[in-house]
């Protein structure tokens, strides 16, 4: 389980020319959404315009982007706004509508594998391009830390199965695959840390959104622990970067 990462040089630059995101090798991104491309997220939701592909000539689309590693190297994915939401045929309609209305904010899958082995999708649902995304638990790496504390087996456990995380210091954050932050908290801020190859990496998460079906309050979410501050101590004394804690799985371009 590798914590994927895009370098700029890979950005499929022809691809995002051809949408209007890039001129002259100049990306006309901003800088939260090429983040999101470099750390193997989706973008927010942005509108293309005067696409053409294949004799087809589309005037603006909203969608979101992503980026996928293959044999052929780094492709461009299109997440449109669709009309309709199609479910992955692993869901019933009780379990449809629940994500679909926002009753519940993921659902685990359990699937078998074609080596038959069993495993486990984590299912959400994106309102805004009306999609149903899967994220394999086994590619969700759970951070080693939050705001310097230690999780344990089972907290890493729970994070990879998207439920909520609760730290001592009050601290509750969540994974999804939906945001572009790929993290939701009771927090504006948080900091995660892994450790590579014996040394810490640390990663800032700013601007997070409320967890699901809650609301930040503006006080209580502004008011970050002590742990937080020191985790931001320990980081100023060595890089530190945004990366994502998770992968999530990734689908081809218009494709179900």
């Known amino acids: 389980m590798d914590l994927i990462r895009f370098k ?4 499929p630059l022809k691809d995002l020319e051809t949408i209007g995101l890039a001129v002259n090798s100049q990306l006309l991104l901003t800088a939260e959404d090429k983040q999101a491309l470099l750390t193997g997220r989706r973008t927010g939701l942005m509108q293309l315009r005067d696409l053409e592909a294949e004799n087809i000539k589309i005037r603006s689309l909203d969608a979101k982007l992503s980026l996928q590693q293959d044999a052929n190297g780094t492709s461009l994915l299109i997440h449109p706004v669709y009309k309709r939401a ?3 045929g692993l869901l019933n309609e009780k379990q449809i509508n629940e994500l679909r209305t926002g009753q519940v904010s993921n659902l ?3 699937r078998s594998t074609t080596e038959g ?3 486990n999708l984590l299912v959400e649902y994106d309102p805004e391009t009306r999609e149903f995304i899967s994220s394999d638990t086994d590619r969700i790496l759970a951070p080693d830390m939050v705001n310097n504390e230690f999780l344990t087996a089972a907290q890493k456990e729970a994070y990879r199965k998207g439920k909520e ?3 001592a210091d009050q601290t509750s954050f969540a994974y999804t695959g939906v945001d572009t932050q790929g ?3 009771d927090k504006i801020a948080l900091i995660a840390s892994i450790l590579i190859d014996g040394g810490m990496t640390y990663m800032l998460y700013m601007g997070l959104n409320a967890l699901f079906g809650q609301k930040h309050d503006k006080a209580s979410s502004e008011k970050l622990s002590p742990g937080y501050h020191a985790a931001l101590n320990d980081a100023q004394q060595q890089p530190i970067i945004n990366e994502p804690v998770s992968h999530a799985y990734k689908r081809g371009v218009f494709t179900r």
């Open 108 to 110: 685990l899958i359990e």
């Open 165 to 167: 995380v609760k730290l």
């Open 8 to 11: 700029e040089e890979d950005l």
């Open 183 to 185: 993290m939701r908290s």
């Open 86 to 88: 199609v479910a992955p």
């Open 117 to 119: 082995k069993r495993s």
